[in-house]
């Protein structure tokens, strides 16, 4: 009986999860500058891809960022094929924010470069319970 019970919690903690909207393709970066996170709506397995939303806030005067980008890649030697992943690319009228895997975060006004910061992935639970202290 107690197995059943366990199971039984189990799977209502994942029916909340799904019901909630927590997605396991969710990122969140925090920079000295920034909180930003960072979903992808792309299909597993697929190399290049041209649907990721960052959305976040600056963190000293709190306005809001919401952007659409796609991931950065190398060329192979074909010319065409996506080889190295590089990060992140999102595009905001004249501003450019470039992300990388290791959470380095440039951000280019034109070919400007107007910030540059090492930020920490974390989990959005984790942002969560931080704004709630």
């Known amino acids: 009986m107690p197995k059943l019970i366990s199971s039984i919690r189990s799977l209502g903690v994942a029916c909340l999860m799904v019901a909630g909207g927590v997605n396991a393709d969710e990122r969140v970066l925090i920079t000295p500058s920034y909180e930003l ?22 963190r000293h005067n709190g306005e809001p960022l ?26 905001q009228s004249e501003r450019s924010f470039l992300i990388t ?13 107007i910030l540059h910061e090492q930020g ?3 989990d959005d639970n984790a942002v969560r319970h931080q704004d709630t202290q």
């Open 37 to 58: 996170k960072m979903d992808s709506r792309c299909v597993e397995g697929e190399v290049s891809c041209n649907q990721y939303t960052l959305q976040g806030r600056e």
């Open 66 to 91: 919401m952007l659409q980008g796609r991931s950065m890649h190398t060329t192979c030697a074909d010319g065409k094929t996506p080889c190295r992943f590089l990060g992140y690319r999102f595009d």
């Open 101 to 113: 895997e290791d959470g380095l975060l440039n951000i280019y006004h034109g070919d400007s470069l």
């Open 120 to 122: 920490r992935w974390t």
